[in-house]
């Protein structure tokens, strides 16, 4: 019985640690995640095309959706939607406004996403 005890108390500590996987995200990834920067730069950001994105907000829904809507100097907007999935603190995104696909990953509230051509941070609001 003595041996028993031990043995219980070390299963119980090991399936906390695993509840808390350090490799899960930190925050609750669903909400507004704001752009901090593109690229490396801070906003607003001037594109190869002229314009500049001055703001842009992603939301990711608790369904495995999200909505993204990118504002520019020019007044003008650009909205994306599609799902997406998380695997640890790695974050895929599917694109069905262009239809492909990119990836990301998430540290804490910092979201960070690579779709090829650009590198977005993104800040939990």
Known sequence: MKLFVPIIAVAM???TACANDATSPSVS???TWTLRTLNGQSL?????NGAAVTYEQRTLN????YTDVVFFSSGNSSNE???YSV??????FDDQTDNFSYTGSISGNVLTAFDGSFTAVYQKS
């Open 87 to 92: 695997n640890g603190n790695s974050i895929t």
């Open 81 to 83: 939607f599609g799902s």
């Open 62 to 65: 608790s369904d495995g959706t």
């Open 13 to 15: 500590a090991f399936a």
């Open 44 to 48: 607003p950001v001037q594109l190869n």
């Open 29 to 31: 990834i669903q909400g």
